[in-house]
């Protein structure tokens, strides 16, 4: 970019994301709003530009500006804010920019992931398809491409783009982790699905999404016990965030599935004794006792226990002891049926329970 050229961009007022401004700002037209787009601007270029004027009148705005050799790159400059989560004031700065670098593919694939991210789908599979267009063996863009295809729900387009992508690039882990959701999405592969993520894992050990969607693979196999494996490592990386939610509802739902093809009559007679244990035990604590207990269980529930494991070797601060996965798993169950008798654990023991609780009765 030479920075002799004068670039111009120019939108209506409406055009602009107001959204970015403050409220008392966002009617296009007052004094405020011309204020504080002026702002917005000003701010901005400042970081990049060498030279710029700024106007916003009634009908327009419109931005003339110039390169600055002693600033940063305006591009670098906006990647930098995305990175950051500002994604609509990066969305904002990149359509700002594309004027002046209407041919470079990089500026068309970040504004189109960004677009991707906060879901205006079309515009941003627009632009990535001409990201590729500018420059075709841009592998990145085309997983991008692949990943809002994907979100269109458009699976077997998606799967064809990132079948494309995984040829130009077999070690590239996103490639292949993103075809393996569609492949599974779209019910095609499942054991092909596997099998790239086995290699996106192997490239990317932390990669949380890619381990959840190697645990769904396996799942869809009926490999329950590596599909375990894979959801508790999914846990492990990152326990705090929705994916580990969606892993430890897939735990519970293995488990629980495990769980009831064990029993006779639909009733494990290990989980009644479990909770008849849990009954006598709860009876002689205080309301606040069992609260601790139920609560520590389900903490330590958010790191993955395990059910089908028989070995005793967890331990609770609450109460003396060592516990199998199924022991803690009825305590917990039986505690808030003591203490929040309406809430669901995840996990379906109510059978069990009302057979200890007959049993106690009669006892």
């Not at 041919?103 to 970040?110: C, G």
Request: glycine residues 6%; negative net charge; charged residues 30%.
């Amino acid at each position: 970019m030479s920075t002799d050229d004068v670039y111009v961009f120019e939108i209506a007022p409406e055009d602009f994301d107001a959204g970015l401004l403050p409220e008392p700002a966002r009617q296009p037209g007052s004094q405020e709003f011309k204020d504080q787009v002026r702002w917005f601007f000003e701010r901005n270029l400042e970081a990049f530009a060498g030279w710029h004027d700024i106007s916003v009148e009634d009908d327009k705005i419109r931005v003339s500006w110039k390169a600055s050799p002693d600033k940063a790159d305006a591009l670098g400059e906006i990647i930098k804010k995305l990175r950051d989560g500002e994604y609509q004031e990066g969305i904002q700065l990149l359509r700002f920019l594309l004027p002046s670098r209407e041919k470079d593919a990089a500026v068309r694939y970040n504004l189109g992931m960004a677009l991707s991210d906060t879901g205006e789908l079309d515009e941003a599979e627009e632009h990535l398809r001409k990201a590729i267009e500018i420059r075709p063996a841009f592998t990145n863009a085309k997983v991008a491409l692949g990943v809002a295809l994907s979100r269109k729900r458009q699976w077997e387009v998606a799967a064809s783009v990132l079948e494309e992508a995984v040829g130009e690039e077999p070690d590239n882990p996103y490639a292949l982790r993103n075809l393996a959701a569609c492949l599974l999405a779209s019910g095609r592969d499942a054991a092909r699905a596997t099998e790239y993520l086995r290699i996106a894992t192997a490239i990317l050990p932390e990669d949380q999404q890619s381990w959840m969607n190697l645990g769904q693979a396996l799942e869809s196999q009926d490999k329950t016990v590596e599909a375990d494996a894979a959801y508790r490592k999914a846990i492990e990386i990152n326990p705090g965030n929705p994916v580990a939610e969606s892993a430890r509802r897939a735990l519970s739902r293995i488990a629980e599935s495990s769980f009831k093809e064990a029993g006779i009559g639909g009733v494990r007679p290990d989980a009644v004794m479990y909770c008849l244990s849990a009954i006598e035990k709860f009876s002689k604590m205080s309301h606040a006792e069992i609260q601790r207990c139920a609560y520590e269980i389900a903490a330590l529930g958010t790191k993955g226990i395990s059910v089908n494991d028989p070995d005793k070797r967890y331990t609770l601060k609450s109460m003396e002891g060592t516990f199998s996965g199924l022991q803690l798993l009825c305590y917990q169950f039986v505690g808030f049926k003591r203490i929040a008798p309406h809430l669901d654990i995840g996990f379906d023991l109510s059978k069990e329970y009302v057979a200890a609780l007959r049993t106690s009765e009669r006892g």
